[in-house]
């Protein structure tokens, strides 16, 4: 079975600084990889996401992020937060005949002025 | 891109008492739907997957006479939490898509 690792919980940054938020996924195979972020009590709004081809992946809000298979990563980067990005960020592994995901647990962003 | 809502958004009810929560996807058709749970703080869990026309299938631990999930048509499936109890207070969020998941705005539960 697929396993997500997100291994910063909670990461502050400074509003206009850059933001990286690592993840590191456990699969056989290349798997479907995805980020969402969710604001308190609300759902999930898909950021971008990574089935195959160009490994750098351009998402909403000004994110992207890089797969790479031999660091079994998939980090999401935004080169210049606003504090409407203090969120929680959730990456998630699909496979391709399962649309089911695991997630990993998530890290808080919180940006400070 | 696709739309699915959940109702009610919050619920309140006594211990002991059954909620039905509704997750529908409002302009596509979805055989398949899934239902998550997620703890203060934590992430989330994947349930069930409700499918279309036949019963659900539930993750391991999940007790399925306690989460029964309907799918009745292809727009609409439905968790109902019989005899909750306190331990059954969360925050549920169903998805329904293909490759990509669309999620609803989630239901939070509170059992007193």
């Known amino acids: 079975a697929q396993s997500v690792t997100q291994p910063d919980i909670h990461i502050t940054v400074s509003e206009g600084a850059s933001l990286e938020l690592r993840c590191n996924y456990s699969y056989g195979a290349t798997p479907y990889l995805f980020w969402y972020v969710q604001s308190p009590g609300q759902g999930l709004q898909l950021l971008l996401k990574y089935f195959s081809g160009d490994t750098l992946v351009q998402g909403i809000k000004g994110f992207e992020a890089e797969f790479k298979r031999s660091q079994s990563s998939f980090n999401l980067r935004k080169p210049s937060v606003h504090w409407s990005d203090a969120a929680e960020y959730f990456c998630?592994?699909?496979?391709?005949?399962?649309?089911?995901?695991?997630f990993g647990a998530g890290t808080t962003v919180t940006v400070r002025a | 891109g696709a739309v699915v809502s959940q109702h009610p958004s919050r619920v309140i009810c006594k211990s002991g008492t059954s909620v039905k929560i509704e997750c529908r996807s409002l302009?596509?058709?979805?055989?398949?739907m899934f239902w998550y749970r997620q703890f203060p703080k934590q992430s989330l869990m994947l349930m069930a997957t409700s499918n279309e026309g036949s019963k659900a299938t539930y993750e391991q631990g999940v007790e399925k006479d306690k989460f029964l999930i309907n799918h009745a048509s292809l727009t609409l499936s439905t968790l109902t939490v019989t005899s909750a109890h306190p331990e059954d207070s969360s925050f549920y969020i169903c998805?329904?898509?293909?490759?990509?998941?669309?999620f609803g705005p989630g239901t939070r539960l509170t059992v007193l």
């Open positions: 302009d596509f058709q979805a055989t398949t």
């Open positions: 998805s329904a898509g293909v490759n990509e998941q669309f």
């Open positions: 998630a592994v699909g496979v391709s005949n399962d649309y089911k995901l695991s």
